[in-house]
């Protein structure tokens, strides 16, 4: 920011009796409450926490200092709005996923298609995506997520979220766009997994051991590789034959 665009010290000053103000209402919006959610207090709490961010941001930009305030994203949900007794729910599940390595996972898929030759998209083991749409079309999610690392993936950020609706939707009706119509105000919960969230960093030790065990060029040996997918995968294909020899689509456990 520019010198000419910087605050004044005397709007800094503003800013913090404006702070002041509002931490004096929300205390005394908080002695008064009338119940759990009193509408007083969530106004007061929402006044305070914008004029903290105000406040921070005037300070940082005027004298490059901080505040210890921990300011609430716009990401938080509001107060729960729909049926005290639900009828019928709605369970919206997000799950990221790093492909960490892409020889991996497209040898899991040619395992896939040699278990089943007869099936649709023959060959597309040699394309990433390919091996995507032969992987997650043959194991559940839920299987894809406890074996993730024996996919060559890697796992992100994940979140689910339960929403609860007055009657259930007709079959089909929300196929073609599942989650446009999310109303926040009707989440019962939901659960948040991110490395954000990690107290310890204690992982770089481990990503400098792997990497001294590559070769030169930073992959790992291929005849080393196709060797530990043969032991990953035969606990995993050959122990989900049906009685005719057949590969059976795996269930995730519920």
């Not at 898929?109 to 997650?136: C, N, Y």
Request: contains cysteine; hydrophobic residues 35%.
């Amino acid at each position: 920011m520019s010198d000419a665009a910087q605050p004044t010290a005397a709007e800094v000053r503003a800013a913090a009796e404006a702070v002041k103000t509002a931490l004096d209402r929300h205390l005394a919006a908080v002695e008064r409450r009338s119940g759990e959610e009193d509408p007083a207090v969530y106004d007061a709490f929402n006044e305070l926490a914008a004029a903290a961010e105000a406040y921070d941001e005037l300070l940082y930009d005027r004298y490059d200092e901080v505040t210890p305030f921990e300011i609430p994203g716009e990401d938080t949900l509001p107060p729960y709005t729909g049926p005290e007794e639900p009828s019928a729910l709605s369970v919206l599940i997000r799950r990221d996923y790093a492909v960490a390595e892409p020889q991996r996972l497209m040898a899991q898929a040619r395992r896939v298609e040699a278990a089943d030759e007869d099936a649709p998209g023959a060959g597309a083991s040699g394309t990433v995506h390919g091996a995507l749409g032969l992987l997650f079309g043959e194991f559940e999610p839920d299987e894809i997520a406890s074996r993730h690392k024996e996919f060559g993936l890697e796992e992100g950020d994940s979140t689910l979220w339960v929403t609860a609706a007055d009657e259930s939707a007709e079959p089909g009706e929300w196929l073609e766009a599942p989650f446009e119509e999310v109303d926040p105000e009707r989440v019962v919960c939901r659960f948040d997994v991110s490395a954000v969230f990690d107290e310890e960093f204690d992982d770089g030790d481990e990503e400098e051991e792997e990497e001294e065990d590559e070769g030169e060029d930073g992959e790992a040996d291929l005849p080393d590789l196709d060797e530990d997918l043969d032991t990953d995968l035969d606990r995993g294909l050959d122990r989900d034959l049906d009685e005719d020899g057949e590969p059976a689509r795996l269930e995730a456990d519920r």
